[in-house]
């Protein structure tokens, strides 16, 4: 099963080199006020999946923290819970008649 996944994961990668060195010319990302940038389309293209992944994750570190604390208070609760003794009320005895 491993090979067949390493397979898959070099057959990706050598799809997307063949895609790179497909697409070198140049083209051109127009800004506002009149900033052009020319860069290969691979490059203006890998520069937006780079902005995209550093964008994604900055919004998972706020919930990540938030559950890394939860988890931590989770924990202690446990501990204490584990700490404090049972203490098992027996049930009264019936009235002696």
Do not use: D, H
């Not at 397979?7 to 063949?18: A, G, H, N």
């Not at 070198?24 to 990302?29: H, S």
């Not at 570190?61 to 501990?79: I, Q």
């Amino acid at each position: 099963m491993k090979f067949i996944v390493w397979l898959i994961r070099v057959l990706v990668f050598v799809l997307l080199l063949v895609l790179a060195l497909a697409n070198t010319q140049t083209a051109e990302l127009r800004f506002l006020a009149g900033y052009v940038w020319q860069a290969p389309l691979i490059l203006i293209g890998l520069a937006f999946f780079g902005v995209g992944l550093l964008a994604g994750l900055v919004s998972a570190v706020t919930p990540m923290l938030r559950l890394r604390m939860e988890n931590g208070r989770l924990k202690r609760e446990l501990r204490v819970a584990r700490e404090t003794p049972v203490v098992r009320e027996e049930p009264p005895m019936p009235p002696l008649i």
